[in-house]
């Protein structure tokens, strides 16, 4: 219901699967994605400026154990783009991968990865886990 709950929220999601580095968040516009995935940085430690990697496609943000890479994937079109990226490398990276826009890159993910679904009503936010 509040942006004051986001702290508990992320951190339930990263104890999800300690081992999991790879997220997909799939929700309609405006559904709060870059928000959570700003605290969940956070909440890994990270202190550096969140933005929306709309335009860049992926933003690259470091914490003590690593980097965190988060990428829209919102103005894709094919896989041959995500290719181009080199996405293959980022999701070997062993680093944690968080994806706004995931069904170009969900159809190619060998990695176990968690899928965060967010539906909105009346203004509430309700979020499904799902490990694949």
């Known amino acids: ?68 890479y988060h990428f829209d994937l919102y103005r894709l079109k094919s896989t041959d783009e995500l290719f181009d990226l080199g996405i293959e490398e980022y999701l070997d990276s062993g680093n944690y991968c968080f994806f706004e826009w995931p069904e170009l890159v969900e159809a190619i993910i060998d990695n176990k990865y968690i899928k965060i679904e967010i539906e909105v009503k009346e203004n509430i936010r309700f979020l499904r886990a799902t490990k694949f």
Request: aromatic share 8%; net charge negative; glycine share 8%.
């Open 1 to 68: 219901k509040h942006e004051s709950e986001l702290n508990e929220v992320a951190r339930q999601i990263l104890s999800l699967d300690e081992n999991s580095r790879i997220f997909l968040f799939d929700a309609p516009m405006g559904a709060g994605k870059t928000t959570l995935i700003k605290q969940l940085c956070k909440e890994l430690g990270s202190n550096d400026n969140f933005g929306s990697p709309s335009y860049s496609i992926v933003n690259e943000y470091s914490y003590a154990n690593g980097k965190i």
